[in-house]
């Protein structure tokens, strides 16, 4: 049996990424532009010296292999969307974003994917720019399900390394300690991600780890607060040079995901009856900085 097509998501960094890297291995793959937008119908993309067409579509009309890496605050109501499909039910859904967002257990089926990456990458122009090579893990929402072995095996070839992990939620949690250690403070002062340790005290980025390592244990997710600690520090020198993602969106005056990181950790705290402080103060000094502006 044919495998159904791959929808990429929106023409963004990390979905253009993935599609020109699809469209390389010869898989079919369409872009799912936003209903509404003017559309010829095809989308082209450049990445080196390569140019790929694709066509594009507003809507799932057919059971595909979904590929969204979206912003946390796109993430519901682009779900709210495809449910509106008939073909949804039969299409497999992978979703990448920072953060955590506090209804993804109603939000997601079991079976949905998480794909989360270190690679990274933006947009200029027509092109996708490919700005650092990194690693990938693939894991469903609930342990026991698996994903289609040709469309691991895909993904792998497309953009590796990629590995498959039944519990994702202990990597997601390390992927979101490191930007609520690192995003927040390249915003409050305004600096490359090497520049914020000339900023921040010691016991404070300790004390934002041991908050979120008290979610975590709350949520049967053990983690290490000191490890979290070194590792946001491995990152910060390996990226030194970067702008943030945060610092990326609000240097263009985009919407934050300040609210899907040090917010969720001091919401969900506040909900779980522990106490959160210091993402609490980190949420409430992005949003001072930023105007608190509201996602689209
Ligand atoms: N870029 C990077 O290097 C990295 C990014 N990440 C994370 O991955 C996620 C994606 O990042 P990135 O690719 O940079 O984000 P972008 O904003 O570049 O891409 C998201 C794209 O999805 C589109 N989109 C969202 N919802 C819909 C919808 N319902 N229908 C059609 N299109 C839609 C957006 O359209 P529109 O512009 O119209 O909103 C946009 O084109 C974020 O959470 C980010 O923090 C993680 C690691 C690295
Ligand atoms: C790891 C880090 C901080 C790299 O810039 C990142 O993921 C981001 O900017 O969102």
């Known amino acids: 049996m044919n495998n159904p097509p791959w929808l990429v998501v929106g023409q963004g960094a990390i979905g253009s990424l993935m599609a020109v890297r699809l469209a390389a291995l010869d898989v079919p793959v369409q872009i799912k532009l936003r209903a509404g937008r003017e559309t010829t119908g095809e989308l082209k993309i450049r990445s080196g010296a390569e140019r790929f067409r694709f066509a594009t579509v507003e809507n799932l009309t057919a059971p595909s292999w979904i590929f969204a890496a979206v912003k946390a605050y796109q993430v519901a109501p ?3 969307e495809l449910r509106s499909s008939a073909a949804f039910q039969a299409s497999t859904l992978i979703v990448s974003y920072n953060g955590m967002l506090a209804d993804e257990a109603s939000l997601l089926r079991d079976s949905d994917l998480h794909w989360i990456t270190t690679h990274g990458a933006y947009r200029e122009a027509d092109a996708v720019i490919h700005a650092g090579h990194g690693q ?3 894991g ?9 072995a040709d469309m691991v095996e895909q993904l792998e070839r497309a953009l590796p390394p990629l590995s498959w992990i039944n519990h994702i939620a202990p990597r997601r949690w390390q992927k979101l300690a490191v930007n609520c250690l690192i995003n927040p403070f390249t915003v409050i002062h305004e600096c490359r991600n090497g520049d914020i340790l000339r900023h921040i005290r010691a ?4 004390q ?9 244990t709350q949520r049967g997710v053990e983690l290490s607060p000191q490890n979290l600690v070194q590792q946001a520090e491995q990152v910060v020198k390996a990226t030194a040079n970067n702008r943030s993602s945060m610092l990326q ?4 005056q985009r919407p934050t ?11 969900a705290s ?5 106490s959160a402080p210091a993402n609490q103060q980190l949420w409430q000094q992005v949003l001072d900085v930023t105007g608190g502006r509201d996602p689209r």
């Open 78 to 80: 682009l779900i709210h």
């Open 208 to 216: 934002v780890a041991d908050e979120i390592a008290a979610l975590a």
């Open 203 to 206: 016991d404070v980025w300790q």
């Open 249 to 252: 969106d609000y240097l263009q």
């Open 140 to 148: 469903p929402q609930q342990a026991e399900h698996r994903a289609p």
């Open 270 to 274: 506040a909900e779980a009856g522990l």
């Open 257 to 267: 995901e300040i609210d899907y990181l040090n917010g969720f950790i001091a919401s």
């Open 136 to 138: 990938s893990w693939l």
